[in-house]
Each structure stands twice: as C-alpha cells, then as structure tokens.
C-alpha cells in the first residue's frame, strides 16, 4: 500500500518509519526542498493548493493523510474526489479555525474559556470589556508554537495589537486558573472502533512543548475520553486525533484538538504497545486498530533549535534519540529523545539528565 502525506515535516517522517515495516511505502507532497521526510520516500515538491501535482499524488498512491492542520481544507476536499482522504475535510475544516472549533466543544456540551470572535480593533476592546484581562488574542488560523498569539495583561497590551497580529480574524480567550495542561491521544478506525492513550501532562515554555509524561490512572482519563469521543463521533473521524485541556477544578476545559498525530505523544514510539503513529496509519488504512497501553513509564523530552551531541544523549540509559534531520534553527522543533523506564523515579531522573543536556 503506497501511502500520500501531504506535508513533509518530522510527522510525516515518522509516519513512514512506521508505517515501513507495514509494507507500506510514502510519498509527500510539500513544497520545501528540504523537506525531512522525503528521505523516507517519494517528495513531490509543490504548493499545498497545485491541482496538477495534488492530481498526480492521487493517481499514484492508495490513500491520503496529512500531517499538519496548516493543509487548507480545499486541498483535501480537492484530493477526496480523486482518492480516500483521513481525517476528513471537515474534520480539517473545524480543527484548523478556532472559532469552528470552540464553537463545536459548545455544541457537544464540553467546557472551554470564555471566548469570542475579533473581527476588527474595536470588537477586540469590547470583547476585553466582557471577558476581562488577563487573556490571549490568537489568530483563528495558522498560529501554532505560540506564533500568531499575544497575551494581553493589561489595556496597554490590548492597544494596537488586532493590527500587530496582521488584522486577520482573531479568537479571544480568557485566561483560565489551570493547576495543569493535560493531553489525550486518540484513534479512531474506519469501523469506528476507537481507543485512546493515557492522558500526558505537558510542559510548555513560550508556547512550544518542552516535555510530556505519561500518566498513570489519572483520575481524570474517563472525563477526557467522554470529551474526545463526542468529537470523534460527531465528525466520524479517521485517524489520530489529539485534544488539549486544561485541568481547572477538580474537571477539564477543552484548549484545542489537532487532527493528526501530536508532539505529546511522541513517547508512545518506545512507550506504548503500538505507537500512535502506527495506529494512525492502521485507522486510515482499514487495519485493526493496535493497544494502546503504556509499556513501563515514559515521557519525551523535545530539542528546540538544536540537538545534544549523539553521543550525550545516547549515554543516558532508558533514552531513545530521535533526530529529525532539520537544520538547527531557535525555536525549531529538530528532534526528541523518548524515556522508558520501570519505575517514576527513574523517570523523573533520567528527565534531569535529558534536559541537562540542553
């Protein structure tokens, strides 16, 4: 089975050297020339909207998926004509816009921030008035790793900033007093048999994720997988999906969902019985659907901008290194290292010796 990603970046890498030893082969459409997948298989260099080479893609290959949400929901309408695309269209269509995607938690009954639509400087002040200070002003589209986001703090920070952050459609959320951000991966298959991960706590610093630990029993993994299940039921989901909240309270409020296989569930690579990478590409290829038990205790520890030497990484026992192969740039996303160990202390040890490194 020859799979098409559209996107080539480390996601769409790891899907191939998961999806190898499947008998699966890859080819990715993505318009950089150094694309870190395409080691991995066929790159179709070309725009994410080129009909022509989204024509050929489909031609060539049995099925689509993508790897990030920045894929416009046209470009995968377009490809559903031609050759079976997971996640859906619509599925991209709501995960991709905030509004769409908040407004659908309200629709099916799960917590959020208080938020509101900015269209303009002026509804932005008179959502502040209503909402209140502190919050965050993101743009609906496009804005990840804490790019197209600003927290305002104050009514200085509220001036001018609709125009900074490009004067495009925004969403406003209030801030929410979290004791801890908390994700859920989870998979659903074709026949709609669906299974999830443990819920991960996750560390952010500037908006990009630092580190996330697997949980054991949290006593919130019901709640969550409640949560995630209206939404993958609601858009008859296919594939990986992750959901993002925030612990407030004893309960949950939903952050987002990405429609995709997520940085925080990285550590199931070493760390679960079947990897969410694997069980990704086993929903949208019809197969039955892996475990997802966690195997021992684990966690991923991301490299921004720059990788350890391999040879300091490789030194510290119970650690897998995973090199993207991007050059190194601030704020880049260029590698992780996983831990598997048999005990939480150990755990928690071997993180210190990880984050030492960088």
Same mark, same amino acid.
């Not at 309408?77 to 079976?84: E, M, N, W």
């Not at 816009?97 to 900015?118: G, H, M, V, W, Y």
């Not at 986001?149 to 007093?177: I, M, Y």
């Not at 407030?248 to 990478?277: M, Y």
């Given at each position: 089975?020859?799979?098409? %990603?559209?996107?080539?970046?480390?996601?769409?890498?790891?899907?191939?050297?998961?999806?190898?030893?499947?008998?699966?082969?890859?080819?990715?459409?993505?318009?950089?020339?150094?694309?870190?997948?395409?080691?991995?298989?066929?790159?179709?260099?070309?725009?994410?909207?080129?009909?022509?080479?989204?024509?050929?893609?489909?031609?060539?290959?049995?099925?689509?998926?993508?790897?990030?949400?920045?894929?416009?929901?046209?470009?995968?309408?377009?490809?559903?004509?031609?050759?079976?695309?997971?996640?859906?269209?619509?599925?991209?269509?709501?995960?991709? #816009?905030?509004? &769409?995607?908040?407004?659908?938690?309200?629709?099916?009954?799960?917590?959020?921030?208080?938020?509101?639509?900015?269209?303009?400087?002026?509804?932005?002040?008179?959502?502040?008035?209503?909402?209140?200070?502190?919050?965050?002003?993101?743009?609906?589209?496009?804005?990840?790793?804490?790019?197209?986001?600003?927290?305002?703090?104050?009514?200085?920070?509220?001036?001018?900033?609709?125009?900074?952050?490009?004067?495009?459609?925004?969403?406003?959320?209030?801030?929410?007093?979290?004791?801890?951000? %908390?994700?859920?991966?989870?998979?659903?298959?074709?026949?709609?048999?669906?299974? &999830?991960?443990?819920?991960?706590?996750?560390?952010?610093?500037?908006?990009?994720?630092?580190?996330?630990?697997?949980?054991?029993?949290?006593?919130?993994?019901?709640?969550?997988?409640?949560?995630?299940?209206?939404?993958?039921?609601?858009?008859?989901?296919?594939?990986?999906?992750?959901?993002? &909240? &925030?612990?407030?309270?004893?309960?949950?409020?939903?952050?987002?969902?990405?429609?995709?296989?997520?940085?925080?569930?990285?550590?199931?690579?070493?760390?679960?019985?079947?990897?969410?990478?694997?069980?990704?590409?086993?929903?949208?290829?019809?197969?039955?659907?892996?475990?997802?038990?966690?195997?021992?205790?684990?966690?991923?520890?991301?490299?921004?901008?720059?990788?350890?030497?391999?040879?300091?990484?490789?030194?510290?026992? #119970?650690?897998?290194?995973?090199?993207?192969?991007?050059?190194?740039?601030?704020?880049?996303?260029?590698?992780?290292?996983?831990?598997?160990?048999?005990?939480?202390?150990?755990?928690?040890?071997?993180?210190?010796?990880?984050?030492?490194?960088?």
């Amino acid at each position: 089975m020859k799979i098409g %990603v559209i996107g080539g970046g480390q996601l769409g890498r790891m899907l191939a050297l998961a999806g190898t030893p499947l008998g699966m082969s890859f080819a990715f459409l993505d318009p950089a020339p150094d694309a870190c997948a395409a080691a991995l298989g066929e790159h179709l260099r070309a725009d994410y909207n080129d009909q022509a080479h989204l024509r050929q893609l489909a031609d060539e290959v049995d099925l689509v998926t993508f790897e990030f949400e920045s894929v416009p929901a046209e470009t995968v309408a377009f490809l559903s004509q031609f050759v079976p695309v997971f996640p859906s269209a619509e599925s991209l269509r709501v995960a991709r #816009d905030r509004l &769409f995607e908040k407004t659908l938690f309200q629709n099916l009954s799960i917590p959020t921030p208080a938020f509101a639509d900015i269209q303009s400087q002026a509804g932005l002040e008179a959502a502040v008035a209503n909402i209140g200070l502190p919050a965050v002003l993101k743009t609906r589209t496009l804005g990840y790793d804490g790019k197209g986001q600003k927290v305002l703090r104050s009514g200085a920070d509220v001036e001018g900033t609709f125009a900074e952050l490009g004067s495009v459609p925004c969403l406003l959320e209030g801030f929410v007093p979290f004791t801890g951000e %908390v994700s859920l991966v989870a998979v659903r298959g074709r026949d709609g048999e669906t299974r &999830f991960y443990p819920l991960v706590h996750n560390t952010h610093e500037n908006g990009i994720l630092r580190l996330s630990v697997a949980s054991d029993a949290h006593p919130l993994q019901a709640l969550a997988e409640e949560y995630a299940g209206r939404v993958l039921e609601h858009l008859g989901y296919v594939g990986v999906l992750a959901f993002e &909240f &925030f612990e407030v309270d004893g309960g949950l409020k939903a952050n987002e969902i990405a429609p995709r296989v997520h940085n925080s569930g990285h550590w199931t690579i070493e760390g679960a019985e079947c990897s969410q990478f694997e069980n990704h590409l086993r929903a949208v290829a019809g197969l039955p659907l892996g475990s997802t038990a966690k195997v021992g205790e684990s966690a991923m520890v991301n490299f921004i901008g720059e990788v350890p030497p391999v040879a300091q990484v490789a030194a510290v026992a #119970d650690c897998h290194l995973h090199h993207y192969g991007k050059a190194f740039k601030a704020g880049r996303k260029v590698g992780h290292a996983t831990l598997r160990c048999s005990d939480s202390d150990t755990l928690k040890k071997r993180i210190v010796q990880v984050q030492a490194l960088v």
